[in-house]
């Protein structure tokens, strides 16, 4: 079956840390892999995605890779900001565009 | 204006009580659905609509019915409202039109407290 497995927060970082959030999935066929964040007290908004093999997805300073290899999407920012801090949800999206979701992880950038 | 609208946005209710969250949507998409979210256990599907006259469980549709009415408004029924089904609750839509992996857009969430 389809289902996402993401890193268990909460994360806690100062400002202009790295940040990592690791995301491995499992799927039938060739899922497009997609990064959604939730800020406090609103819905979910897309971050970034990607749609094959090897293609990366990048938005508001955030990357991510698609691996196949490893079944692996993780988040990455090279500098992270007190307005970052907020729920990153993992998610896939195989046939027939059910989406999967991972359980969330919570960032808080401390300046 | 949001694309995506939920009513009410937040709502407290007794056990035993029957409740309706309505979603209505702007963007023209043809699929929407319903997702509660729990801490922990991240956002999981309750129900999908594929267009008017499709109507499909999700992972946990237990307790819960809904009613598309229209290509632009998808209900959400608790038909006797427990506890457990305090959590907070998004609408989201999707276009089957162009990539077959479209994008989810999501509502801003309804918080239902069942005492």
């Known amino acids: 079956g389809n289902s996402v497995t993401q890193m268990e927060g909460p994360v806690t970082l100062s400002e202009e840390a790295f940040l990592t959030i690791n995301c491995t999935y499992t799927?039938?066929?060739?899922?497009?892999l997609f990064w959604y964040v939730q800020y406090p007290g609103e819905g979910l908004q897309l971050l970034l995605k990607?749609?094959?093999?090897?293609d990366k997805g990048s938005n508001k300073g955030f990357e991510a890779t698609y691996r196949k290899e490893t079944t692996s999407f993780h988040l990455e920012k090279g500098s992270v900001q007190v307005s970052d801090s907020a729920v990153y949800f993992c998610a896939l999206s195989a046939t027939g565009n059910q989406f999967y979701f991972g359980t969330g992880t919570s960032l808080t950038v401390i300046p | 204006d949001a694309d995506v609208t939920q009513t009410p946005r937040n709502r407290i209710t007794k056990t035993g009580k029957r409740i309706m969250l309505e979603c209505s949507q702007t963007?023209?998409?043809?699929?929407m659905y319903w997702y509660r979210q729990d801490p922990g256990l991240g956002l999981r599907l309750i129900y999908y609509?594929?267009?008017?006259?499709?109507?499909n469980k999700g992972e946990i549709s237990d307790g819960y019915s809904v009613s598309r009415q229209a290509q632009a408004k998808f209900s959400l029924s608790l038909e006797s409202a427990i506890p457990n089904q305090t959590a907070l609750y998004f609408c989201a839509t999707s276009d089957r039109r162009g990539s077959s992996y479209n994008e989810q857009f999501f509502g801003p969430g309804t918080r239902l407290t069942v005492l």
């Open positions: 963007k023209g998409h043809d699929r």
């Open positions: 990607a749609t094959k093999a090897d």
């Open positions: 799927a039938t066929g060739y899922p497009s």
């Open positions: 609509s594929f267009d008017v006259k499709d109507i």
